[in-house]
């Protein structure tokens, strides 16, 4: 299976393509409409997204697939997301959504390669160690800080030139996060502990 690395600023667009709630919906075998996005001039959906850590054996994932207009493909095509007999009979793998027929504004498409999308680190310019500092101290108050660090004052690290918080628990886990800015829109980014850091 093909697997691409995404910078983090560009990852959640992919992450949204996310048709699965759709297709689950799907009734009597209708085409499913899905959302969708470009990677180097081809449209690509996606079935299951992985939230998780970024660390050195996981990463956050997208499960998609290339799309290609139905005179383009070759194989054999199903207009059904789950078809139970068609796996039963051996005919499809469970969770292979490859040769799907779906929509994409009113026009068909079938489901094509199967592509792992794993975030990668940031490649926007690291912000300044100051502004991270500041945003960690506006938002110490409230979301996941006061619920697991609310006390906890972060050791400051690096990661490719971006700051990194690291905040030690109530219970005594490391909590690493890494800050970096897109616009005027700061985004945090935790970490897997088996991640190396720089001081």
Not at 15 to 27: R, T
Not at 40 to 49: A, D, E, K, Q, V
Not at 98 to 123: A, R, Y
Request: charged fraction near 20%.
């Amino acid at each position: 299976m093909n697997q691409v690395l995404v910078e983090a600023e560009n990852w959640d667009a992919k992450a949204a393509s996310n048709s699965c709630m759709k297709a689950i919906n799907q009734k009597d075998g209708k085409l499913i409409s899905v959302l969708t996005f470009d990677y180097h001039g081809y449209l690509y959906t996606s079935f299951g997204t992985i939230y998780c850590q970024y660390s050195a054996q996981f990463k956050p994932t997208v499960f998609a697939y290339k799309l290609l207009p139905l005179s383009l493909y070759g194989g054999e095509t199903t207009t059904i997301y789950h078809d139970e007999e068609a796996i039963a009979a051996g005919r499809r793998d469970r969770g292979d959504f490859s040769g799907l027929v779906v929509l994409v504004k009113g026009k068909s498409f079938v489901c094509s390669e199967p592509t792992l999308f794993l975030k990668d680190l940031p490649k926007t310019r690291p912000m300044q160690l100051a502004l991270a500092q500041f945003f960690d101290t506006l938002c110490g108050s409230h979301g996941w800080r006061a619920l697991y660090c609310s006390s906890a004052l972060p050791t400051w690290k690096s990661l490719a030139r971006h700051p990194v918080a690291e905040y030690k628990t109530d219970a005594g886990e490391i909590i690493p996060v890494l800050f970096y800015q897109e616009g005027s829109t700061i985004h945090e980014m935790r970490l897997g502990t088996d991640i190396t850091l720089s001081s």
